[in-house]
């Protein structure tokens, strides 16, 4: 509210107010005079706090001691916010709040050039001060780590290898999916700046658009290509597995076509590399190998279809071959992407990428085309893959005319027998003959019309043969079927028994049950996606917000109005102050944004081999008998989500777990030792400071030979490799050569077997100790980066395995129930460090994928099956300090690492029979307290009144399977052992602490102060 106070003039005041004093000072005013506020005030004592008469138009406010005081118009805006940040005047109308500040709308400007902001306009922030687009870019921007351009708008923010690295969306997802990055000089960024620092601030958005607007297409066309690729070979798997053979066939030939438009956008690429740098794209072996897991699918639907095998199920071949399908596909996407960007940036091939990505937008515009068209009615006896001249199979490039092919050599005139390889466009046919003639010998009935076909093609072709073979074999199969078979067939489905062979009019069920699978499986798909934007999004751009402030002016009171007596004086007017906030213009600019939803439903290549290990987990038989097993198994807890603490009693109680099992091989003080060091005591502290030490000097710098800890601390990465749904920290080595061989060649044979060049490899570890992410090994051959990761481990201070665990490990296999050796494995990781525990799960995840590529067909694949694979890495990562040859026990070592490969899948979630403990909330009150004599009593109690409910349920005394068992003893001189198993049925999973007698060598006394171990929760 503003006051306009009454000024009275000298003679009014001399003639009418004799006998006025001042509210303010209390002398009698002589002289000019204001009337305001209840009173009548000098007209130098009517002030402002800051000094400055108001009589003129001031605003009251109340005091602490209840009176109102004038405030002039700066002032009390100051006191409501409402002053600009730039020139300190008060805010009238609209203004701008930004960075919690306000602005006159023409005062919000840049910090370093008079550019005014609109209302629709983003600014950027740095230090406190305002940015244009412009100056912020060329000052201030991060760079992407991936195209090393300005981020301005959404980025990810990664921290690796101790250093915050800031990626564009679409950088990132390029990057994580097929390990490529769009940067034109990668290690130029002073010339990127020098680059900006001369262009114009339109010239440099415009460029900034555009370079946006590629990589969103980059990373829109290929994430499609890919997720509809992924969806075909999703359901050949489900098809197939299920029985319905015909539906599998039409996924696979849709699958095709998506090879033939990727083949054909590679050709392309092919074509412009030859002519512009004389050498073509790598890619011959890669896309050879993905057609023979086309044929060999092929193959084994034939061969079940022969043998009338009802349902086929997951087998271990299914799964290598849909692996390998998206594997080799995955790869030949990374090539392509590659070979075009080579061309952008090394020959200045402007159109490169829009021309390969607008031959995979083809697909989508043939995708509702390949839904209706789902038949091939060419005959395979007319469409032959032979050579027309020698009868040989054409594998490799080669001409063409008409349904006639040619090998490059044997195309010949008959005439003369010239080679036409060179005159191949001149040369001519004769269809009656079904001869082919050079220029000289040409007659009337032949024509032109050859044709050369490239490598690329030919694969399509021969892929597109053998379907049509495939088809036909599936036809006669079904035309053979007798009226009576089919209403067999019929009825066995109605009665949900063993279903018949799948006609190509069938749908596709599931038989164990008459739901679709499509849809039974679509959470599953979901939970298992792998690859995903599963990290945290920031905006670099922001926007102010506008505001108006409305200043309305209210009548005046009746007590307010002046006498007649006071017709000098003019009366207070009264002002109220609104603010009212505009409609904010954000939403609009953020239209654009990109959003990556983790939950989508669409599935990537990299989704394909989890979803078939799913599948074919769900085929094996489980045991109806046991219904805990199966509840259990529902929710998984995974170690590598368990907290410190959590993991610290979970090794407790694993040693508990396996102390019966293991009495005859060690104590459980022993046992117990393996969780950490002992506490220590005065004799441990006088005989340690008296005996010499003769440690190995431990390198700190560098990669290789530095202890797992400080490489996680110093150059540590959250990966994505898990097993479980979040991110486990291991060194980003372990992550960057995983992600770089995921993009290779893995059939090679021998990876992992042999050492690769000895001289590339010491080369190649210099570098990486010297800066880890200058090196990129994606550039190496996948037996050289498999080599340099065996050498990686090998140096390892303390193995991955622990010598400290080393001969538990070796005696877990000396175990003769193999139940029994599987739980002390499974404990036994339990006992593992957790760095050494996460690095080993990310490592074998990678080796048991490594091993799919083992076998593709009879000629080709790695050898490097899973106990192969065991074989070569055990010596790296599981052996003992002892070099005493008469204790060698590297065969029970290689057999302990080939069951942790073999049953890993188990091994990365908490027992079952450990799992319940950890919900008991006793042992988290007190976590810096917490000793192994508290986690002891705590589990007898826990175990005690799950058995006491179950009693009170009805469900006796007994304990089911994978329960604790605990019995008390009277006496407290006795000590207490685990058993595994019980009276009754000695069931492994089954753990059972109860009295021992005195002589047990391997026990812990009751009596709290003489337990001799004493462990703390860190």
């Given at each position: 509210?503003?006051?306009?106070?009454?000024?009275?003039?000298?003679?009014?005041?001399?003639?009418?107010?004799?006998?006025?004093?001042?509210?303010?000072?209390?002398?009698?005013?002589?002289?000019?005079?204001?009337?305001?506020?209840?009173?009548?005030?000098?007209?130098?004592?009517?002030?402002?706090?800051?000094?400055?008469?108001?009589?003129?138009?001031?605003?009251?406010i109340e005091g602490p001691d209840g009176k109102q005081y004038p405030l002039c118009e700066r002032d009390y805006f100051r006191r409501l916010n409402l002053i600009c940040e730039k020139c300190g005047g008060a805010l009238r109308g609209s203004y701008i709040t930004a960075l919690d500040k306000k602005y006159h709308i023409e005062h919000f400007t840049?910090?370093?050039?008079?550019?005014?902001?609109?209302?629709?306009?983003s600014y950027y922030e740095h230090d406190g001060q305002v940015y244009c687009h412009y100056h912020y870019s060329t000052r201030f921007a991060v760079k992407c780590a991936g195209c090393q351009t300005a981020i301005l708008k959404q980025f990810v923010e990664i921290n690796r290898n101790s250093i915050d690295e800031h990626w564009h969306p679409e950088?990132?997802?390029?990057?994580?999916?097929?390990?490529?990055?769009?940067?034109?000089?990668?290690?130029?960024?002073?010339?990127?700046?020098?680059?900006?620092?001369?262009?114009?601030?339109?010239?440099?958005?415009?460029?900034?658009?555009?370079?946006?607007?590629?990589?969103?297409?980059?990373?829109?066309?290929?994430?499609?290509?890919?997720?509809?690729?992924?969806?075909?070979?999703?359901?050949?798997?489900?098809?197939?597995?299920?029985?319905?053979?015909?539906?599998?066939?039409?996924?696979?030939?849709?699958?095709?076509?998506?090879?033939?438009?990727?083949?054909?956008?590679?050709?392309?690429?092919?074509?412009?590399?030859?002519?512009?740098?004389?050498?073509?794209?790598?890619?011959?072996?890669?896309?050879?190998?993905?057609?023979?897991?086309?044929?060999?699918?092929?193959?084994?639907?034939?061969?079940?279809?022969?043998?009338?095998?009802?349902?086929?199920?997951?087998?271990?071949?299914?799964?290598?071959?849909?692996?390998?399908?998206?594997?080799?596909?995955?790869?030949?996407?990374?090539?392509?992407?590659?070979?075009?960007?080579?061309?952008?940036?090394?020959?200045?091939?402007?159109?490169?990428?829009?021309?390969?990505?607008?031959?995979?937008?083809?697909?989508?515009?043939?995708?509702?085309?390949?839904?209706?068209?789902?038949?091939?009615?060419?005959?395979?006896?007319?469409?032959?893959?032979?050579?027309?001249?020698?009868?040989?199979?054409?594998?490799?490039?080669?001409?063409?005319?008409?349904?006639?092919?040619?090998?490059?050599?044997?195309?010949?005139?008959?005439?003369?027998?010239?080679?036409?390889?060179?005159?191949?466009?001149?040369?001519?046919?004769?269809?009656?003959?079904?001869?082919?003639?050079?220029?000289?010998?040409?007659?009337?009935?032949?024509?032109?019309?050859?044709?050369?076909?490239?490598?690329?093609?030919?694969?399509?072709?021969?892929?597109?043969?053998?379907?049509?073979?495939?088809?036909?074999?599936?036809?006669?199969?079904?035309?053979?079927?007798?009226?009576?078979?089919?209403?067999?067939?019929?009825?066995?489905?109605?009665?949900?028994?063993?279903?018949?062979?799948?006609?190509?009019?069938?749908?596709?069920?599931?038989?164990?049950?008459?739901?679709?699978?499509?849809?039974?499986?679509?959470?599953?798909?979901?939970?298992?996606?792998?690859?995903?934007?599963?990290?945290?999004?920031?905006?670099?751009?922001?926007?102010?917000?506008?505001?108006?402030?409305?200043?309305?002016?209210?009548?005046?009171?009746?007590?307010?109005?002046?006498?007649?007596?006071?017709?000098?004086?003019?009366?207070?007017?009264?002002?109220?102050?609104?603010?009212?906030?505009?409609?904010?213009?954000?939403?609009?600019?953020?239209?654009?944004?990109?959003?990556?939803?983790?939950?989508?439903?669409?599935?990537?290549?990299?989704?394909?081999?989890?979803?078939?290990?799913?599948?074919?987990?769900?085929?094996?038989?489980?045991?109806?008998?046991?219904?805990?097993?199966?509840?259990?198994?529902?929710?998984?807890?995974?170690?590598?989500?368990?907290?410190?603490?959590?993991?610290?009693?979970?090794?407790?109680?694993?040693?508990?777990?396996?102390?019966?099992?293991?009495?005859?091989?060690?104590?459980?003080?022993?046992?117990?030792?393996?969780?950490?060091?002992?506490?220590?005591?005065?004799?441990?502290?006088?005989?340690?400071?008296?005996?010499?030490?003769?440690?190995?000097?431990?390198?700190?710098?560098?990669?290789?030979?530095?202890?797992?800890?400080?490489?996680?601390?110093?150059?540590?990465?959250?990966?994505?490799?898990?097993?479980?749904?979040?991110?486990?920290?291991?060194?980003?080595?372990?992550?960057?050569?995983?992600?770089?061989?995921?993009?290779?060649?893995?059939?090679?044979?021998?990876?992992?077997?042999?050492?690769?060049?000895?001289?590339?490899?010491?080369?190649?570890?210099?570098?990486?100790?010297?800066?880890?992410?200058?090196?990129?090994?994606?550039?190496?051959?996948?037996?050289?980066?498999?080599?340099?990761?065996?050498?990686?481990?090998?140096?390892?201070?303390?193995?991955?395995?622990?010598?400290?665990?080393?001969?538990?490990?070796?005696?877990?296999?000396?175990?003769?129930?193999?139940?029994?050796?599987?739980?002390?494995?499974?404990?036994?990781?339990?006992?593992?460090?957790?760095?050494?525990?996460?690095?080993?799960?990310?490592?074998?995840?990678?080796?048991?994928?490594?091993?799919?590529?083992?076998?593709?067909?009879?000629?080709?694949?790695?050898?490097?099956?899973?106990?192969?694979?065991?074989?070569?890495?055990?010596?790296?990562?599981?052996?003992?300090?002892?070099?005493?040859?008469?204790?060698?026990?590297?065969?029970?070592?290689?057999?302990?690492?080939?069951?942790?490969?073999?049953?890993?899948?188990?091994?990365?979630?908490?027992?079952?029979?450990?799992?319940?403990?950890?919900?008991?909330?006793?042992?988290?009150?007190?976590?810096?307290?917490?000793?192994?004599?508290?986690?002891?009593?705590?589990?007898?109690?826990?175990?005690?009144?799950?058995?006491?409910?179950?009693?009170?349920?009805?469900?006796?005394?007994?304990?089911?399977?994978?329960?604790?068992?605990?019995?008390?003893?009277?006496?407290?001189?006795?000590?207490?052992?685990?058993?595994?198993?019980?009276?009754?049925?000695?069931?492994?999973?089954?753990?059972?602490?109860?009295?021992?007698?005195?002589?047990?060598?391997?026990?812990?006394?009751?009596?709290?102060?003489?337990?001799?171990?004493?462990?703390?929760?860190?």
């Amino acid at each position: 509210m503003a006051d306009r106070s009454e000024v009275v003039p000298e003679e009014a005041n001399t003639t009418k107010q004799n006998f006025t004093t001042c509210a303010k000072c209390g002398l009698l005013i002589v002289g000019q005079f204001v009337r305001a506020l209840g009173g009548t005030y000098h007209l130098d004592c009517f002030k402002c706090q800051c000094g400055t008469i108001v009589a003129a138009k001031f605003f009251p406010i109340e005091g602490p001691d209840g009176k109102q005081y004038p405030l002039c118009e700066r002032d009390y805006f100051r006191r409501l916010n409402l002053i600009c940040e730039k020139c300190g005047g008060a805010l009238r109308g609209s203004y701008i709040t930004a960075l919690d500040k306000k602005y006159h709308i023409e005062h919000f400007t840049c910090s370093a050039c008079p550019t005014v902001f609109g209302p629709q306009d983003s600014y950027y922030e740095h230090d406190g001060q305002v940015y244009c687009h412009y100056h912020y870019s060329t000052r201030f921007a991060v760079k992407c780590a991936g195209c090393q351009t300005a981020i301005l708008k959404q980025f990810v923010e990664i921290n690796r290898n101790s250093i915050d690295e800031h990626w564009h969306p679409e950088c990132y997802m390029i990057h994580k999916f097929w390990n490529v990055k769009l940067s034109n000089h990668p290690d130029d960024k002073q010339g990127l700046e020098n680059e900006q620092e001369a262009t114009s601030p339109e010239e440099l958005k415009n460029k900034q658009k555009a370079k946006e607007e590629k990589v969103y297409n980059i990373w829109t066309v290929l994430s499609t290509f890919e997720e509809m690729s992924a969806a075909c070979i999703s359901d050949m798997l489900l098809h197939v597995s299920n029985g319905s053979y015909f539906d599998g066939v039409r996924m696979a030939e849709k699958f095709i076509s998506h090879v033939e438009i990727l083949f054909s956008a590679i050709d392309d690429l092919e074509k412009q590399l030859v002519q512009t740098s004389g050498q073509g794209l790598q890619h011959n072996r890669e896309a050879k190998m993905l057609c023979k897991k086309i044929v060999n699918f092929f193959s084994l639907l034939s061969h079940s279809k022969e043998t009338d095998v009802r349902q086929m199920g997951i087998t271990q071949e299914l799964l290598s071959l849909v692996t390998g399908l998206a594997h080799y596909l995955k790869v030949l996407i990374r090539i392509a992407l590659t070979g075009a960007l080579k061309l952008e940036r090394d020959f200045d091939h402007t159109r490169a990428i829009g021309q390969f990505l607008g031959k995979l937008v083809e697909l989508t515009k043939k995708g509702s085309q390949l839904d209706k068209d789902t038949n091939i009615d060419s005959d395979s006896e007319v469409t032959s893959d032979l050579c027309h001249a020698c009868r040989i199979t054409v594998e490799e490039e080669c001409y063409k005319y008409g349904q006639y092919r040619w090998h490059i050599g044997c195309l010949r005139c008959s005439g003369c027998s010239r080679e036409l390889r060179t005159i191949y466009k001149d040369a001519s046919f004769n269809q009656i003959t079904e001869m082919a003639f050079c220029p000289n010998d040409t007659n009337e009935q032949s024509a032109l019309g050859f044709q050369y076909v490239t490598q690329l093609e030919q694969y399509t072709y021969l892929l597109r043969v053998a379907l049509s073979r495939l088809y036909n074999l599936l036809r006669r199969k079904d035309e053979g079927q007798s009226q009576s078979d089919i209403e067999v067939e019929r009825g066995r489905k109605e009665q949900k028994s063993e279903p018949g062979l799948i006609r190509k009019d069938s749908r596709s069920k599931s038989y164990s049950s008459g739901d679709s699978y499509e849809a039974r499986n679509r959470t599953d798909i979901k939970r298992m996606k792998s690859v995903h934007m599963d990290t945290k999004l920031s905006n670099s751009a922001r926007f102010a917000t506008r505001s108006r402030i409305i200043e309305q002016e209210s009548e005046p009171t009746t007590s307010s109005v002046p006498n007649e007596k006071d017709k000098l004086a003019r009366a207070p007017s009264q002002h109220h102050v609104r603010i009212v906030q505009d409609q904010a213009y954000e939403s609009q600019s953020q239209e654009n944004m990109i959003k990556f939803d983790s939950q989508n439903e669409a599935i990537t290549l990299a989704d394909i081999s989890a979803i078939a290990a799913a599948e074919m987990e769900k085929n094996v038989p489980e045991d109806k008998s046991n219904k805990t097993s199966r509840r259990k198994s529902r929710s998984k807890c995974y170690l590598s989500e368990l907290s410190a603490l959590e993991y610290f009693i979970v090794k407790h109680v694993a040693v508990l777990a396996m102390e019966q099992l293991l009495k005859e091989h060690f104590t459980l003080e022993e046992l117990l030792d393996l969780i950490g060091s002992k506490k220590a005591t005065l004799w441990t502290k006088f005989v340690t400071s008296i005996k010499p030490t003769e440690k190995k000097p431990i390198k700190k710098k560098g990669t290789f030979g530095v202890p797992l800890e400080v490489l996680v601390e110093r150059y540590g990465i959250d990966s994505v490799l898990s097993a479980g749904p979040g991110r486990i920290r291991i060194p980003s080595f372990v992550d960057d050569s995983i992600s770089a061989m995921k993009t290779m060649d893995m059939s090679v044979e021998g990876i992992f077997r042999k050492n690769g060049n000895i001289r590339r490899l010491k080369d190649l570890s210099e570098a990486i100790d010297k800066n880890p992410s200058a090196v990129n090994l994606s550039e190496d051959n996948p037996v050289q980066v498999a080599a340099l990761m065996k050498k990686f481990l090998r140096d390892l201070p303390d193995p991955l395995l622990t010598f400290k665990l080393h001969r538990l490990f070796i005696t877990s296999q000396k175990l003769v129930n193999e139940a029994d050796r599987k739980k002390i494995l499974h404990l036994t990781c339990c006992l593992l460090p957790k760095i050494n525990r996460d690095t080993m799960e990310v490592l074998f995840i990678f080796f048991k994928w490594v091993a799919s590529f083992s076998h593709v067909d009879e000629e080709t694949g790695s050898k490097m099956d899973l106990h192969n694979l065991a074989t070569v890495i055990t010596p790296n990562i599981l052996y003992s300090k002892s070099k005493d040859p008469t204790k060698d026990d590297s065969f029970l070592a290689i057999e302990a690492v080939h069951s942790l490969l073999n049953y890993q899948d188990d091994f990365w979630v908490v027992p079952e029979d450990l799992a319940a403990i950890l919900h008991d909330q006793d042992l988290f009150s007190n976590p810096e307290g917490l000793t192994t004599k508290d986690i002891l009593r705590r589990c007898e109690k826990f175990v005690s009144s799950k058995k006491d409910n179950s009693n009170n349920n009805g469900e006796g005394p007994s304990s089911g399977n994978g329960e604790v068992q605990v019995v008390r003893h009277n006496n407290p001189q006795h000590q207490t052992y685990i058993e595994q198993g019980n009276s009754e049925n000695q069931n492994p999973n089954s753990t059972n602490i109860y009295p021992a007698s005195s002589s047990s060598s391997s026990s812990i006394v009751n009596n709290e102060n003489s337990i001799p171990v004493e462990q703390r929760a860190s």
